[in-house]
């Protein structure tokens, strides 16, 4: 019996040597499934690419998401194609051969669900941010259930659904990408599914590291509820998001900078693809624990 093949795509920028070195070992190391690599520099040329894997070149920088549908795209120029891909930051890693092979088959007990997250942990294999557990109810990292987000850098996602939404939103450049594919899947009439049991590992960093966090993350807030809330919602949900981020900037600052994604994302909001998910949709995601008002 034919092994189920799984397109990975690993995004590079060669700033990680050791750690992506590490990343790609666990990677060939997966047993039970068939691979393809695409391993995507951008801006870069790559400086490590596992044999047989193809490599893309993006003369700059396009962002996470955008560097993403490139090697997404690449893998699909095959004549059979995976029906699956798996999406891999450049410093995460599988501590077990099987991981890959677990995720697809929780995805196959699973028809209705576009994607399966594993549980993110640090190294140690137990510390999980709240930020990394794909829901609100976050106290709980090691409950699996239905979600309505995900974490990018270690998903599964179903091709063929994948590519009927568009991939990702490539000029969000960084943040909140995988909360908007997540609402634009849901639309789709999928879910989303978090096998908790399933861990892989990231070092435990900050999203604050990166200069352009504050600002970008306001800016694209604003963008996942102009492309995919039904109008009546616009308001409140950017009225809960400004209420949320003032209380975070009191106690970790980034306010001006909030602030001035919050006037570039509602200023540029009619440049992006505008789908407002039917009500049936906002329904199904209140069922499933996340009004689309949070």
């Known amino acids: 019996m034919p092994q189920p093949r799984v397109d990975v795509v690993l995004l590079t920028m060669n700033d990680r040597p050791t750690e992506e070195a590490a990343t790609q070992a666990t ?26 894997a193809k490599t893309v070149v993006l003369a700059e920088n396009v962002g996470i998401p955008g560097g993403r549908n490139a090697g997404a795209r690449a893998l699909a120029e095959d004549k059979q194609p995976g029906k699956f891909l798996f999406f891999l930051d450049n410093d995460a890693s599988f501590p077990r051969p099987d991981i890959l092979a677990r995720l697809v088959a929780e995805a196959e007990q699973r028809p209705e669900a576009a994607y399966v997250q594993p549980r993110l942990t640090g190294p140690d294999d137990a510390t999980t941010p709240r930020r990394w557990v794909p829901r609100l109810r976050a106290g709980h990292p090691g409950r699996p259930g239905t979600i309505t987000t995900m974490t990018e850098g270690v998903v599964l996602i179903r091709r063929a659904a994948f590519d009927a939404v568009g991939g990702w939103a490539e000029g969000f450049f960084l943040y909140h990408e995988g909360l908007d594919l997540a609402q634009r899947l849901w639309g789709q009439g999928h879910t989303g599914w978090y096998a908790a049991g399933i861990r892989m590992h990231h070092p435990l960093t900050q999203p604050t590291r990166h200069a352009l966090f504050h600002r970008l993350a306001a800016r694209n807030r604003v963008w996942v509820a102009y492309r995919n809330l039904p109008a009546p919602f616009i308001p409140p949900y950017l009225l809960v998001w400004t209420i949320a981020t003032a209380v975070r900037a009191v106690r970790g600052g980034g306010a001006r900078e909030s602030l001035r994604g919050f006037r570039e994302g509602w200023a540029g909001r009619h440049r992006q693809d505008r789908r407002p998910m039917r009500w049936r949709t906002v329904l199904r995601l209140t069922a499933a624990g996340r009004p689309p008002l949070l």
């Open 27 to 52: 990677l060939l190391a997966q047993t039970g499934v068939d691979l393809r690599i695409c391993v995507v520099g951008n801006g870069c040329t790559p400086d490590i690419v596992p044999a047989d």
